[in-house]
């Protein structure tokens, strides 16, 4: 990806949870240079929506039916390895967030965090070559 201007982010966001979805899409759409791909609302779909859209980053919640996020981790990772994960998650417990990490996960975000700070991060992620 060469530059922010020349080239938008291409987001999925996964969460089983439409309204907030919804949320995450509106803030990210407002903050400019970055772009919602696809969506998906449990980990089965997040493996299927990243293998066929390669996105460069995805924010995946790990509390969803049918497959959560954690689960879903190293797979999405191994259909589409350049795709940064950022885990949104409700809890904040750091052996989770470690977790996270070992399994591939780029970032873990508490849901509650406020808007600038996740952006913040969706761009870092974004940045990375």
């Known amino acids: ?8 982010c291409r987001i999925v966001l996964c969460d089983d949870r439409d309204d907030y979805r ?11 240079g970055l772009e919602i791909v696809g969506e998906a609302r449990n980990g089965a779909e997040a493996i299927s929506v990243a293998e066929r859209l390669k996105p460069d980053v995805m924010l995946l919640d790990l509390a969803m039916p049918v497959m959560d996020g954690m689960e879903a981790l190293p797979k999405i ?16 417990s750091e052996s989770l967030r470690i977790r996270a990490m070992e399994c591939g996960a780029s970032a873990f975000v508490e ?17 990375r070559d």
């Open 77 to 92: 990772v191994e259909v589409s390895p350049a795709t940064r994960v950022i885990v949104l998650t409700g809890f904040g």
């Open 1 to 8: 990806m060469d530059t922010a201007d020349e080239h938008s």
């Open 111 to 127: 849901k509650g965090e406020r808007t600038p700070v996740l952006i913040e991060v969706v761009r870092t992620a974004c940045a």
């Open 22 to 32: 919804e949320l995450l899409g509106m803030m990210i759409r407002r903050a400019g």
